[in-house]
């Protein structure tokens, strides 16, 4: 469950400020082996937080009071020392009062996520991935247009994809976080 209420806070409230009382996560793992090595595969369905490598592209929205979450399927086989998860979801709408959030088709997200410890250098790890978000009559901004600050060029639906690797770890002292 989750129940996020701003006090004595003057602005106007969104879903991601105040949510009453609705359903954080909810979701149903089934669980089983593949392989004749009993490689573990689970397959989840439901809403549920989706995280990966920093967060700099998909994540469960730390800052605002209220969590984000998406109502669909991810798929998570290990395989070896590699983890891999491809998913598809739906976002939830936030709303202000209790138990009335619901899966919308305004932003959609799919993909395919992998990691691993690299062996040759310890402490190396790896991520490699292919994610996409979709959106529904996105706005399309310029900023500092001389005499026009805002000068809003279009609105209509956004696609997404982006490809990217990432390299992280530490060892010791050091920690490191790369990524392309």
Do not use: C
Not at 160 to 177: E, K, N, T, V, Y
Request: negative net charge.
């Amino acid at each position: 469950f989750k129940s996020a209420i701003a006090i004595d806070k003057e602005a106007l409230f969104s879903g991601a400020d105040r949510n009453d009382l609705d359903i954080n996560q909810l979701f149903i793992d089934f669980t089983s082996q593949v392989g004749e090595t009993g490689n573990p595969f689970t397959l989840r369905f439901g809403r549920q937080e989706f995280h990966y490598g920093m967060g700099r592209l998909l994540t469960f929205r730390e800052g605002p009071n209220n969590r984000q979450g998406w109502d669909g399927l991810r798929g998570s086989l290990r395989w070896g020392g590699w983890q891999t998860e491809a998913f598809y979801a739906l976002g939830v709408k936030d709303e202000l009062g209790i138990f009335d959030d619901s899966p919308t088709d305004d932003q959609m997200i799919w993909g395919l996520y992998t990691t691993t410890m690299l062996d040759f250098f310890p402490g190396l790890g790896l991520d490699v991935y292919y994610l996409a978000d979709a959106r529904k009559k996105e706005s399309f901004i310029r900023e500092g247009s001389r005499y026009f600050q805002d000068l809003v060029l279009g609105i209509g639906d956004e696609v997404r994809h982006s490809i990217g690797a990432r390299l992280f770890g530490g060892r010791g002292r050091l920690d490191w976080d790369m990524e392309f």
